[in-house]
C-alpha cells in the first residue's frame, strides 16, 4: 500500500510540472518521491534534471516562512532529512487540517496478543547505497540507473561535479556502487581490480551482501533472491549469503524454504 501511494504522489508531481520547471526546491522532492515508487528509471531522469539545475530556486517577492535547521534538529530529528521546513506538498489548499490528540490511560487490558516478526527486517539501511538523499543528483542517478537494469553508469565512478550541492559520500562508497555494478555486469576481473581509498581490496563477500541488500531496498525480492544464489556458488566458509537467502523467502512468506 505504502508503495501504491509513493508511486501516485511521484506520479502527481511529475503531472503537476510543466515540462520547462527546473525549480530544484520541487525536483529534489520529486527525485526522492520517485524512489520511493520505485520508478527509477524516472528518477534517474529527473536527477539528472536536478544536476543540471543546481542552484535554479524560484525568486520572486512572495515569502514562505523557513526556519533554520539547527533550530528543529533536537525537536525533529531524523524528519530533518525530508526537509519540514520547506512546503511539502503542491495540493495543501485541498486538505482539510486535522489534530490528533493521545492520552495515556492506565491499567487497560489488551484484549488481543500481536507476535512480532520485525526482527527480520526488509533491507538494512546504509547510506549512500540505500535511501534517498534529495541533494545528491548524481550520486542518486548512478544509483538508480543502475537499479534499472543498465549498471555502466554505477560502474564508471563518481562524476568530477557529484558533490555540485553538498558533500555526497566518500570514494570508498563510490567504489562499493561501481562494485555492485559490476556483479550486475557479471564482470569479476572488473570488481577485483577495484580497491578502497588507502588501498586495500574490496572484498567479494561485502560487495554481494551490498548487492542483495540494495536489491531489497528497491522491493525487488525476486532479484535479492538471484543475487544471494549466486553469493552461496561463491563460498564455502561464509555463512551470511544463506542466512540472507533465508530472510529473503521469509520476506517473500515462502516460509517452507526458509531454514
Known sequence: KSRNLARRDGKDMVLSLSPASTFGSVLAPLVE?????????AAAAAADRLRGSAGAFPRGPALYPFAPKGAL???LGSLGAGEPRGPLSLGAGHLT??????????QVEPTATVGDV??????????????????CPEWAARRDVLLAGQPARARAGAAPDASRLRECGTADDAALLAAIGDLEAGDLRSLR???LEE???LRLGD???ARQNLWRW??????AERAARAWTHQTLTDPRPWLRLGEIEYLRRRYERRA
Not at 487540517?97 to 492506565?106: D, H, K, R
Open 118 to 135: 520485525s526482527f527480520i527486517p526488509v533491507f538494512r539501511p546504509r547510506r549512500w547505497l540505500t535511501g534517498s538523499e534529495r541533494w
Open 73 to 75: 534538529a533536537e525537536k
Open 97 to 106: 487540517p486535522v489534530t490528533v490528540a493521545l492520552y495515556e490511560i492506565p
Open 33 to 41: 518521491y520517485l524512489e520511493q515508487g520505485h520508478d527509477f528509471r
Open 199 to 201: 588501498g586495500g581490496a
Open 193 to 195: 581490480r577495484r580497491t
Open 207 to 209: 560487495v554481494q551482501d
Open 218 to 223: 528497491a522491493g525487488d525480492l525476486p532479484r
